[in-house]
């Protein structure tokens, strides 16, 4: 179709919801929404458009980070009508540095075009779990970080991160004691969830989610103002049309095993949005696939625990190399070498820089501990053998190989794993 052509506008109480083209950052303007004349599915085209309607109609009212975060929210939004044909129930994580930066608003929007919400708000782990069936509700959860952002907090709710967890994927249930009898009862916990909140969620709830930073708007960067009541029937129109376009498909669905361009989780929590991206057909699924290897590469340094943990094999590995990869090292010569880096963060880890303990508690986790060893001369000292790195660097960073190692295949990487 001719980039000038537009499509009709949905009917609306008002004027005002026309649904002209909205400027995003990163991306022209996309078409008008289709007409809201019949409910049913009219052409090959009616899911393509559809999810341009969803993208202006979301756009409309926040200024997402980029195209690719518009794309996910679009999708993410529309994946929620064929939930019962998922194996996986992605989260969207909708997080910001501070307060104004349209978290809120983003998911006002999505509340009025997802199938069947679910505010969880001040909502007890056992309603919600009641409340989630074979065709599960759309869970939503505002203000986030006042459940998760303290340890107080998060111990309080830790039933609730539990139910989000355990809810990504499909035939995870919960057991509780239930009924008068007290006996052992499963329930189910399967249902797509979409939190906002002011900074990160839990990291097992960011690892199953599709993440989109919001940043507070600049000068110049204009939205309309949401308002329910003149707002939410045209909203209802294209959630209803939603519905008439997927609910058809969900079969369909079920049955689609999607080429999926990251691995692991993240192709997990993804695959439903490049479903109904190609169930839509058109640009849809090109541009699903290249928001998800964006949004997910960057994701993969948003982990500062993980990505302080694999810069120290990286440099710990740099550092062999620069003294000759010798089979072991002094702790104290491995230290030295980790500061000489003005830009890596060790002279500055902690109160007087990265120690020796410091040193083994980022070690940890990889099951890498100094020793007490023989070096020349029959001096013996704690340090490291080179050995005993292997592995992680196999593991967490097997493209940082160095000429040294002279390994072509490890030197191309596996591809992305966020």
């Not at 930066?101 to 199938?115: F, N, P, W």
């Not at 065709?135 to 970080?145: G, N, S, Y």
């Not at 820089?353 to 083994?360: A, E």
């Amino acid at each position: 179709m001719d980039e000038s052509t537009t499509s009709p506008t949905i009917a609306a109480p008002t004027s005002h919801l026309a649904w002209p083209p909205v400027a995003v950052p990163g991306q022209s303007p996309k078409s008008e929404p289709p007409a809201s004349g019949s409910d049913e599915p009219d052409s090959a085209d009616e899911g393509a458009a559809l999810l341009d309607g969803l993208r202006a109609a979301i756009a409309r009212y926040v200024i997402l980070p980029d195209g690719d975060a518009l794309t996910a929210v679009t999708l993410w939004g529309a994946a929620t009508h064929i939930q019962p044909a998922l194996q996986h129930a992605p989260r969207l994580a909708v997080v910001g540095p501070a307060k104004r930066c349209g978290k809120s608003r983003l998911l006002d929007v999505i509340t009025e075009t997802v199938r069947e919400p679910l505010i969880t708000v001040n909502t007890s782990p056992a309603v919600v779990f009641r409340a989630i069936g074979d065709d599960p509700p759309t869970l939503l959860v505002d203000e986030a970080d006042t459940i998760f952002g303290s340890i107080k907090a998060a111990e309080k709710n830790e039933e609730l991160r539990g139910l989000l967890n355990a809810g990504h994927q499909r035939n995870r249930p919960a057991l509780r004691i239930s009924g008068p009898e007290h006996k052992p009862q499963a329930f189910p916990t399967f249902a797509m969830a979409a939190l906002a909140g002011i900074g990160d969620l839990p990291d097992t709830i960011m690892d199953r989610a599709v993440v989109i930073r919001m940043q507070r708007r600049k000068d110049g960067e204009r939205v309309e103002q949401f308002r329910s009541r003149r707002d939410i029937p045209a909203l209802h129109i294209l959630r209803d049309r939603l519905t008439a376009w997927l609910r058809p498909l969900i079969d369909t669905a079920a049955e689609l095993v999607p080429v999926m361009p990251v691995q692991d989780r993240a192709a997990d929590t993804w695959e439903p949005l490049v479903i109904v991206a190609e169930l839509a057909g058109g640009a849809w699924p090109e541009q699903a696939r290249a928001a998800c290897v964006a949004m997910c590469a960057a994701e993969a340094g948003k982990d500062d625990e993980s990505n302080l943990k694999t810069r120290l094999l990286q440099d710990i590995r740099r550092a062999f190399a620069r003294c000759g990869d010798p089979d072991i090292m002094r702790t104290r010569d491995l230290l030295e070498e980790l500061v000489k880096d003005q830009e890596a963060p060790w002279a500055e880890y902690g109160a007087t820089g990265l120690s020796p303990r410091h040193l083994g508690l980022l070690l940890k986790d990889f099951d890498i501990k100094a020793a007490t060893l023989r070096f020349e001369g029959g001096r013996q000292a704690k340090g490291f053998a080179r050995l005993r790195f292997t592995d992680a660097w196999a593991r967490y960073c097997p493209d940082d190989s160095t000429p040294d190692e002279g390994d072509e295949s490890s030197a191309q990487g596996p591809g992305l794993h966020p």
